[in-house]
């Protein structure tokens, strides 16, 4: 089952930056919304997740959309799903 995945996040959260330091760290390409700086991701983010709390990974799947937060979470997430998978570890 293919995941398609975006990130919430904002420039100056420095749980956004830990989760950002991780994707540059194993080459993980994932669209960025900014929440403060566009109003629009901001509405999605509340809207579909219920919070306004970043970073949190926007998962869509075939089964539908799931929402994570919690930088580790989101962490720990892609590393078992991109990085163990693809044999990056």
Known sequence: MS???LL???ASCPFCARVDRFLDQFDI???HRDTL???QAHTELVAGGGHSTVPCLRISSGSG???LYES???MKYLHDRLV???GQA
């Open 72 to 74: 580790l979470d989101i």
């Open 29 to 31: 390409d994932i669209e």
């Open 3 to 5: 995941e398609s995945y």
């Open 84 to 86: 163990v998978r693809e």
């Open 37 to 39: 700086r566009d109003p």
């Open 8 to 10: 919430y996040h904002y």
């Open 65 to 67: 959309v799931r929402w």
